[in-house]
Structures are given as C-alpha cells and as structure tokens.
C-alpha cells in the first residue's frame, strides 16, 4: 500500500513538562497574511503557530483539503516577503529544482535548510496524478515547503518520501532520493478555488543557488502544530494505496486501482478506477489540448476539479454529472471572470462577474445571462441597480451617471427607460 511505502514530512515530538504532543512542519507565504502548507501537518491540531523572525504567531485554517493533502493558513497581522508560483504550471523532467524547510526540528539548524535535486518524475507514486517526484534530499519537517525551480518560482509543495527501509525489504533495494511534491498545476487550483491573490511570472533566468536559498528564506516558516495526533494523518490519497490496474482495460475488470488508459482518438485518463469506471482523482486530457483534472464519480467528472482550453479558458469548481454545477470560478482568455454558482454548464445563482476594462456586475444569473436583481458598474463611475432579463435592464432599477447624478430611476425594457 502506498501509505506503508511513504513517509510524510511531519516532525512529531513530545514536551517532557506538559506532555503535550508538538507536530512541526514548514509553511510558505503566497499572499498577504496567507500560507500554504500540507493538510497532514495541520491535521489534528489543537493549536496552530507559525514562527516568524518577530517570534511566534497565532495561525488559524482558512481551508484544508485532504485529497490533494494542503492546506490555507492565514496569520493576521503579519509581513514579509511572498513567494511566486511559476507560469505556465508545469514542470520538465529533469529540470533543476530546490527545496527549503525546517526538518528536524531541534536537531537540524533552526534557520531552516536548503537542498538542491531534480524532478526525476512528473507524477507520484504509482502514478498518481497531481505529484512530481524530485531527487531534492528531504526529512520529516520539510512537509509544506516550497519547491522552487533555478529562478526561485515555487514549481510545487514538499510532501513526503519513500521508505527507504521497507522498500528495501519489499525490493531488495535500498532506494536513494526518491521524495514527492505536490504540483504546482494542483496548487494553483487550490488557491484560485478558494480566491488567493497569489503572485506568479514567468520563468526567469537562472539565479545563483545561494540567491534562491536567500530568497526562500524571506517566505518561508516553520509550522507548529499542538494537540497533533500520535503520527500525522496522512492524505486521503495516500490513505486509498490504491495499486496499479493490471492488464488492459478492454479485455481486464478494473477495479481499486490507478490505471491510464488511452483511447484510439487521443484521448488520456490516468488515474482511479473503481467497478471498472473513473472513480477518485484523475487526469483527462484531450487531443484538442483541453484537460480535466480532478474527481470522478461513476465515470464521470463529479466533485472539485479544474478543465482547461488551449485558448487559456479555465474552470475552477464544482462539477456534477459531467458538467459545471455549484460554485466555481470560470476566467476567460480575455481576462474577464466569473465567480460565482453553475447550473448544467451554465451561470445559474448568484455571481460576480468582472471584466478586463473595469466593468463588474454582480447579481443574479438564469441560463448563462443576467436575470433577477443586480448590480453593474462601469470604470466612470456609471451605475445600475436594479431588474435584468437575459442581460438587459428590465423591471424596475436605477442608473446612476457618472457624477453620481441619477439618469433613470423607475421602470426599464430592454435596456430601455419606460414610457
């Protein structure tokens, strides 16, 4: 099973005086007052803290996903420096990469350390989606690093490591370096899904190691957790084990396991099977360039995921039944976005809608168009509330010019004052 195979980077100790049970694992910075680490280390925790050149600060848990193992801190009040993410979100094999952290915690230096490696996969154990594997040497409390590449961009988060010493009896072999990461593709999701005003660019060139040390030095914490549990609750991922499928698809019954399957047109799934259909985490990528990451349910996509086009349209949210149903966030070549709730691949609910040139609408949406009340602003100052129907003014609603003085407040049609 995968889990008896990994270890999960969490340092556990145990105070002498009090007998409180400390977990300590690593955190990075990705916006004002806001966190990235592994769920595994905050899991369980009792009370969070996260421990700054000022000293130690309160941390509290703005979101928590188990299935891609991270977690969103946020701890008021504080500054520093933020960490960019990399764009476009993938990775090379064999690419440079560095990882910081404070492993071993009172054991290893208190100022954290840096090692160096390179992404020797670009999926996980047993190929699971969402992951890289990198060479970079890692130990328990590096869990929720960041991993950066030769520019000092964050390219994924540290997680866990190969048990060298049961691989060994299982193999025969003694494994060297063989850790796992979550990908950034994943971790971009995370914080669109939950509305992080996260940094990215553009790689740049190649730094000197000692300047991307410096550099991750600035944005990156140790994480203290109190009341953790007695091993670290690992991911669900990595709590399923799940094995490879075995033979293949058209002639096997596949069934709890992780498997790719490529069809005649092109089309790639990697990922969990259950009763012989899609069921977990998965990959879907199309020969026209879209691609599905995400949950699925009977074969299906249903649950959190993220599909994108080659145009750059991309969906961030809910799915159920194939389609965009709940809440989710929809972000156009163009720039202009959409957050809010879906209903059978449509806008359907409330939304806030914003565009490239400054114009935002927020309100209510039936079958992809405005419809019920809202909200529309313009970049002058111009406004309107009130009435919509399939986009238009219509019902009762005011609009405001832009010196605030009012142009029409009363009944609309079409867009259209009333007589």
Known sequence: MKSSLLVLLAVLTVLPCAKAQVSTGTAFSVAPQLLVTNHHVISGCSTLSVITPEGRRAASVVSAEASIDLALLRVFGMRGAIANLRTPRSVALGETISVFGFPLTGTLSSSGNFTGGLVSSLQG??????????????????????????SGLVVGVVQSKLDAVRAAALTGDMPQNVNFAVALDVLADFLEMNQVPFRSSPRGASLDTAQVARMAQQFTYRVECEGAAASPAPPQQAQRGLPPCLGDYATSFWTNCVGTRTDPNGEKFVGEYRDDKRNGKGTYTFPSGEKYVGEYRDGKRNGQGTYTFPSGEKYVGEFRDGKRNGQGTLTLPDGAKYVGEFRDDKKNGQGTNTFPDGQKYVGEYKDGNRNGQGTYTFPDGMKYV????????????????????????????NDKPAP
């Open 125 to 150: 154990l047993r190929n699971a989606a969402g992951e890289i594997q990198i060479t970079a040497p890692v130990q328990p409390g590096n869990s929720g690093g960041p991993v950066m590449d030769a």
């Open 386 to 413: 009130g009435e919509f129907r399939n986009d238009d003014y219509h019902g009762q609603g005011t609009l405001w010019g832009p010196t605030g003085r009012v142009i029409h407040s009363g009944r609309w049609v």
